[in-house]
């Protein structure tokens, strides 16, 4: 069938779709067994989860379904701590914190959960596939993971990415171009010049490494999976697509907003978190415009001294302080159960090759 790919076979599931791992809540244990029980790749998006809680979350996948599905993490970074920028960001965000009626955070000792302690997790667990993004993963852990019978799928940005990660012995590559929803992975150059689009990033990428490449970026449906297909790939990861499905942990806000946001309506920013990602503009991005993106703390801190807010004003049903993490591909979203995307996006891609065979 046309459907069956390098990569299906890989990953020993029935339709070239990975679900994006998406940190931070919308990828409940129930859209990841719902995707692979419905023949695609569920993924836990676990970067922001305590090792406790990645286990926890594995268990109760692993009691829905029998399928496989993947852990995604970030690959840590050094953290630089600049107390200038600091200082001025605090004074840049008051205004926020004073309106929503909270304290502003001080600076936290440590930065988000251990990798080390989150890759033990992955490794005990012995997870069917373990994706990852920000970086390269080190050979330590690439060992213990292929020891395991686990596979290995890393993101690229540009092709000098996508080579490095090979040489990393990875199985496979997400290619994410520019329309992307969230943060970009590029980790071997400036994001702002690994902004290319899917449609030139993922040829350009196939034609440059010998594994299966997953295509990631603006994809929301059929022909988006057909032209990732045409354009070489071997699948594709969708985020976007599935943060409006019933099974998606999204709060409300959040879900609403996207369905009624268009292409028009993304921004790529590091005001959020310190590292380049698209998301929706809102009140938020636009009081920060004018800020230099070079007085801006680098990520994970600004992503430490913004989360308090983001949280409150979530409580506070306040949209317009959300980081609102969207692809391109805006007016295709749909309210729907994500077993359904997965038939529509296969039942249009299979309509569609059928039309072209026709003509
Ligand atoms: C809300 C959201 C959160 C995301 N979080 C992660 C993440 O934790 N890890 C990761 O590798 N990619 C993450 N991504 C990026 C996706 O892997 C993927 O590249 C992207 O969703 C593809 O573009 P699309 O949103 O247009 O489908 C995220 C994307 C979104 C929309």
Redesign the pocket.
């Known amino acids: 069938m046309w459907f069956e790919t390098n990569l299906t076979k890989l990953l020993n599931i029935n339709y070239p779709i990975i679900q994006?791992?998406?940190?931070?809540g919308?990828t409940t244990p129930e859209l990841i067994a719902t995707v692979s029980n419905s023949g695609g790749l569920g993924t836990l998006?676990a970067?922001y989860m305590s090792p406790e809680e990645i286990k926890e979350a594995i268990h109760k996948i692993q009691t829905l379904t029998n399928k496989p599905f993947a852990v995604?993490l970030?690959i840590p970074e050094d953290v630089l701590v600049e107390d200038q920028k600091v200082l001025k960001i605090h004074n840049t965000l008051q205004s926020f914190y004073d309106e929503l009626g909270i304290e502003q955070p001080v600076l936290p000792k440590t930065w988000g959960p251990s990798f080390e302690l989150q890759m033990k997790v992955i490794i005990e667990e012995k997870v069917p596939v373990f994706?990852?993004?920000f970086g390269s993963l080190d050979h330590k852990w690439v060992e213990q993971l292929k020891a395991n019978g686990t596979k290995i799928v890393g993101?690229a940005t540009t092709v000098k990415e996508a080579k490095l990660l090979e040489e990393m012995n990875v199985d496979a590559i997400?290619a994410?171009g520019s329309?992307?929803?969230?943060?970009r992975?590029t980790f071997a150059c400036k994001a702002e010049d690994a902004m290319i689009g899917t449609m030139a990033l993922v040829p350009q990428v196939v034609d440059a490494v010998n594994i299966p490449v997953i295509a990631?970026?603006?994809?929301?449906d059929g022909r988006g999976l057909l032209g990732s297909l045409s354009l070489g790939a071997s699948g594709v990861?969708?985020?976007?697509?599935f943060?409006t499905t019933k099974e998606s942990g999204?709060n409300q806000l959040y879900k609403n907003t996207l369905i009624e946001a268009t292409e028009e309506d993304t921004i790529v920013t590091i005001k959020f978190s310190g590292k380049a990602a698209r998301g929706l503009k809102n009140e938020y991005t636009e009081r920060l415009k004018d800020l230099p993106d070079n007085e801006v703390p680098s990520y994970p801190i600004q992503n430490s001294l913004t989360q308090p807010l983001r949280k409150e004003a979530a409580k506070q049903g306040k949209a317009k302080w959300l980081s609102m993490?969207?692809?391109?591909?805006l007016r295709l979203t749909q309210v729907e159960g994500a077993e359904q995307v997965i038939r529509r996006v296969m039942d249009q891609a299979s309509n569609t090759l059928n039309l072209l065979k026709n003509d």
Do not use: D, K
């Open positions: 994006a791992g998406m940190a931070g919308p998006g970067g995604n970030f994706s990852y993004t993101t997400v994410q329309e992307a929803g969230g943060h992975g990631a970026g603006g994809i929301m990861q969708m985020g976007t697509a943060l999204a993490w969207a692809g391109q591909g």
